[in-house]
């Protein structure tokens, strides 16, 4: 069985979960194989929102209950690196690039010292856009996060799939999905896309320009209201443009 069999098997089984507990319930259960065993999904407050109302922005939850108090707290979120990197990464990230690529002060440092404290030492993270148009900044931790490259790509897309069927099934249950029509093109890049295919190398399976490809790609994301291309090939799979 290949890689993308194996996330496609993965897809299925959260497909059949029925509730956003339980999508998050199995997600944990294939994550916790590369050492992801907690996750959080949730809107970023405004700087300075008081702590008490920022459980509100929380939308799914499985982080251990006394570092949610404390991170809400103490307003942790307006010094957390990785959500400040989240804001201005579009892709999927590991906690660890967050810390390299910004100045960690005091206050960040903290933040990631406490995180360890409650063995949460590193992890996944990455940005989703909801059916309304929101940015929900979704992360998964553990204490010892283990992921190749391949690896790396397979739980991005499953987490996005999972969190994505999650909120669906949190706020949609009983409305119908908008249909969305994808040209051939668009469908045929998004299935190169999903096996881990460079904008060039689309290009060159399919015959056109890199250019062309990147279009193709970029025309299926707005579509399908993706943040970025994992999303983009999450919501295509849980449409049934690619199987």
């Not at 307003?75 to 990197?85: L, T, W």
Request: net charge negative; charged share 20%.
């Amino acid at each position: 069985m290949s890689q993308f069999d194996r996330t496609l098997e993965f897809i299925d089984q959260l497909q059949h979960a029925g509730t956003a507990a339980a999508v998050c319930e199995k997600l944990l259960g294939i994550t916790s194989d590369f050492g992801l065993t907690a996750l959080m999904a949730g809107t970023v407050p405004q700087p300075g929102t008081p702590a008490g109302l920022q459980k509100q922005h929380v939308l799914l939850c499985d982080w251990p209950v006394e570092w949610l108090e404390r991170y809400v707290a103490r307003n942790y979120v307006d010094h957390d690196p990785v959500v400040s990197h989240m804001k201005q990464l579009q892709a999927p990230f590991q906690w660890r690039e967050a810390s390299q690529g910004i100045s960690i002060d005091k206050s960040s440092g903290e933040v990631m010292g406490d995180a360890g404290v409650f063995k949460l030492r590193d992890g996944l993270a990455f940005p989703l856009i909801t059916l309304d148009g929101q940015i929900v900044m979704v992360s998964l931790g553990g204490e010892a996060v283990e992921l190749s490259a391949a690896e790396f790509g397979q739980v991005s897309l499953v987490s996005t799939y999972a969190v994505g069927r999650a909120m669906q099934l949190h706020t949609m249950a009983n409305k119908t999905i908008d249909h969305i029509e994808l040209t051939p093109r668009e469908r045929e890049c998004l299935q190169w896309a999903a096996v881990g295919k460079s904008e060039w190398e689309i290009s060159q399976i399919l015959g056109i320009s890199e250019h062309t490809s990147e279009k193709h790609l970029l025309n299926a994301k707005g579509k399908l209201g993706a943040v970025n291309r994992v999303q983009a090939v999450a919501e295509a799979i849980r449409r049934g443009y690619i199987s």
